[in-house]
């Protein structure tokens, strides 16, 4: 990254590239993971027993081999579970952390084995004999529909005029399938858990995850006991993407269960052919689309139908299936639109969170009609893509208006910094002489909403501590998972005192520090907890004002905070000197802060609202050459424009762009999950599942924020979030595939490409057209 970097020690201009406040440990292998953190005397472990079948009610299971086996303390059942057998997180129920009766997916856990060691409880989790009375499975969502299996939870409709008609009354139509893959989370450090068990009902739990107060609950609800007796703890984690927001609630569970019932710490840490089989993915869809739209490109209806492999409960399908819907449209402007989500229960694992939550599976579908009329009309996308984007104050499927006008600006910047007009010269020319090599050009918007849908979860807390020699503690209900949080947190707090960021530290995210947090998700971890943070350094400030008002005899006006000082009618006093005279004086020097984010309000049952606080916006153009005879790829150069408002920290944000269009390009061409017929994840290790790798970056790589946008919305420094926006961008990647793709038969046909576009499918698609 060519833009420096500060670091601590260094003065702070507000919105600094500052240096990952974890960085330097890293990069030495000093930071802890939960895995890293030294095991009590005592510590057993504990191995999952996972079923063998997609769908079948337990006849008989005799664990005596596994009981018998060396450093076996105990085997763990349904039975065993003193509270509620369940880890669902909406509620419904369905979730059960051990299978009692009736498993649904391969690779459910039926039983826990405990151990001496994780090697032996490994070893006695396989000398189990299961007898299973097989029963009918559907694994893929047509098939459950097909079967009436039914759903995992309520479906949703959005409407916005009247799509039939208009349908029927547009010059030209389309009407098509997608095949939309889910991915695994693949996350760097796998799923763990270490319970301590302490006095009385208490428990503490060191772990994993994305949303802390969940896993209180869960662990609370599973022993029987009340939340303030379970303190969970997290420091960070090896990445997470949403595999730890609701999926980690079992193996908490698990480990607190066993190490309060043998007063003794425990740890469960499955390895990645587990985690892989054992937990939920993103989703993956079938759609079925249809768009009116005239002979010019322009959109006049569109109608669909989103059909999602949940798994076997509900999970965050809801929501996910929500958000699908809510980015159907992504940048661009439907008159007439009706969408429908058709949450399939599955026999399958139960799919959850995943970076854009549903939306990129939207996004997409977008892309493919857009791609479609392109080729219809015999545009180039791009023009295709300008004719239908949205105008100030349209309103999307649910009712929103998109008030804000920055997709043209980044289109116009982009396409004339990438020299788009003349790159897809250069690749029509090449193509048109043939040859085993062909290339694809493709530029692509994002339009993404910001908050949690479900409206509770848009608020924060934190805490603000000033010690008397100045030093700052600060501690925020988001969890840091190298996303770069606590490091945006902590300018927030720098910036507000005008303080050297080296004073502060920020300690691990704990539920008896800050109650009720929210999932660190929704790329909302800053927006909510930044303005948390403000909030408590407000109040301390103003106490501070009062404090220095009174006592030199001044006015709030005549104090200013600026450069480690506090400047009272000209005298400029050290930060740390003024903290000293005020403890002394007896001020309060600490605070909580609080933020629930305005203007947001959602009516499922009527499918109209305003459930984003803003839009985050960006787009990426991105060349590829595609082998003919093998239909292998590479990726010759990408460009990416980027909105995310008046940028806290350029470095990290550009990072977080990168790693998601990496990720999201991993999603659309190599990542894929492939289950038998008997309902085996068969795609459950490094061995057989293909993430991008540092080779498969682009050749060309230039990635630059929108400088000029400031968020319109009353955000965090007017900054906006950069999460999961971003991994969208990788959709150029795939629809330039798709256009080297459809040279073959010169441009007559879009190509039709399912997702993942891995190389057999490539294949297929160029003999197809090639007929």
Request: proline share 5%.
């Amino acid at each position: 990254m060519k833009q420096d970097a500060i670091t601590a020690g260094q003065a702070l201009p507000q919105n600094a590239s500052v240096v990952h406040e974890s960085a330097h440990l890293h990069v030495t292998g000093r930071a802890d993971y939960t895995d890293d953190l030294p095991t009590p005397a005592g510590t057993l472990h504990t191995a999952l027993g996972l079923s063998q079948v997609a769908h079948g009610r337990i006849a008989a299971m005799n664990l005596d081999a596994v009981r018998a086996a060396p450093g076996v303390i105990d085997v763990l059942t349904a039975t065993d579970i003193p509270g509620q057998n369940d880890v669902s997180p909406v509620g419904k129920h369905d979730d059960p952390i051990l299978a009692d009766g009736e498993v649904q997916f391969h690779g459910q856990p039926i039983f826990a084995v405990i151990a001496e060691s994780r090697d032996q409880a490994r070893r006695a989790a396989a000398l189990a004999k299961v007898e299973y009375e097989a029963l009918p499975h559907a694994l893929d969502p047509i098939a459950a529909r097909d079967a009436g299996v039914g759903y995992v939870t309520e479906p949703l409709t959005l409407r916005r005029g009247d799509p039939a008609p208009a349908l029927a009354a547009a010059p030209r139509r389309v009407a098509g399938r997608f095949t939309v893959g889910g991915q695994d989370h693949f996350y760097l450090e796998g799923q763990i858990a270490l319970a301590l068990p302490g006095e009385d009902d208490e428990v503490t739990i060191l772990v994993s995850t994305q949303h802390p107060s969940e896993v209180q609950h869960m662990v609370a609800h599973a022993l029987g006991v009340p939340a303030n007796a379970v303190v969970v703890n997290v420091r960070r984690m090896g990445g997470g993407f949403g595999g730890k927001e609701t999926q980690m609630n079992l193996f908490a569970c698990v480990a607190a269960v066993a190490a309060k019932k043998w007063r003794r710490p425990v740890k469960l840490r499955p390895d990645r052919d587990e985690d892989m089989i054992a937990t939920g993915k993103r989703h993956d869809f079938v759609v079925d689309y249809e768009a009116g739209f005239d002979d010019q490109g322009r959109i006049l209806a569109v109608s669909g139908d989103w059909y999602a492999r949940c798994g076997f409960s509900a999970d965050l399908s809801g929501p996910v299936t929500d958000r699908a819907l809510f980015h159907a449209d992504n940048a661009y402007y439907y008159p007439d639109v009706e969408l429908r989500s058709h949450p399939q229960k599955t026999n399958t694992v139960s799919n959850t969170a995943f970076r854009g939550f549903g939306g990129p599976q939207g996004v997409i579908v977008a892309e493919r009609i857009i791609e479609e009329i392109a080729y219809a009309t015999g545009q180039d996308t791009l023009a295709v893509r300008r004719a239908n984007l949205y105008r100030d104050g349209q309103l999307t499927p649910y009712h929103q208006a998109v008030e804000d006008q920055i997709l043209p600006r980044i289109f116009d910047e982009l396409e004339a910094s990438c020299d788009y007009a003349a790159r897809r010269k250069a690749v029509l020319d090449w193509n048109a002489k043939g040859g085993v090599i062909r290339r694809g050009i493709a530029l692509t918007p994002v339009k993404f909403g910001i908050s949690f849908t479900a409206t509770h979860y848009n608020q924060a807390g934190a805490l603000v501590h000033i010690y008397t020699d100045g030093s700052i503690l600060l501690n925020h209900g988001g969890t840091e998972m190298g996303q770069g949080l606590h490091t945006k947190v902590a300018q927030v707090v720098a910036d507000a005192f005008q303080v050297d960021l080296a004073t502060i530290k920020v300690t691990r995210t704990a539920t008896d520090k800050v109650a009720n947090t929210s999932a660190t998700a929704a790329s909302s971890g800053t927006d909510l907890n930044g303005m948390a943070a403000l909030d408590a350094c407000n109040q301390i400030k103003a106490r501070l004002i009062a404090f220095l008002c009174e006592a030199k005899d001044v006015t709030p006006e005549e104090i200013t905070f600026a450069s480690g000082h506090i400047i009272v009618r000209g005298e400029a006093i050290p930060f740390a000197k003024v903290i000293e005279i005020a403890y002394l004086a007896r001020v309060q020097l600490w605070s909580d802060g609080f933020y629930a984010t305005p203007k947001i309000h959602w009516n499922r049952a009527t499918g109209q609202g305003r459930p984003f606080y803003y839009f985050a916006y960006g787009a990426a153009c991105s060349e590829v050459s595609v082998d003919t005879l093998t239909g292998e790829y590479t990726i010759e150069r990408a460009d990416i424009l980027h909105d995310v408002g008046h940028s806290l920290n350029p470095a990290i944000d550009k990072g977080q762009v990168e790693g998601a269009f990496v990720q999201g390009t991993g999603w659309l061409t190599s990542e894929e999950l492939w289950w038998d017929k008997e309902g085996r994840l068969r795609t459950h290790a490094p061995s057989t599942y293909k993430i991008p790798l540092a080779s498969d970056r682009p050749k060309v790589f230039n990635t630059r924020l929108a400088d000029w946008s400031v968020n319109a919305e009353r955000t965090i420094k007017r900054s906006k979030a950069v999460g999961e926006p971003p991994f969208m961008l990788a959709i150029s990647v795939f629809e330039a595939i798709g256009q080297a793709v459809a040279s073959v038969a010169d441009y007559r046909e879009c190509p039709r490409l399912d997702a993942p576009a891995t190389p057999e499918r490539v294949l297929t698609a160029i003999e197809r057209l090639r007929g």
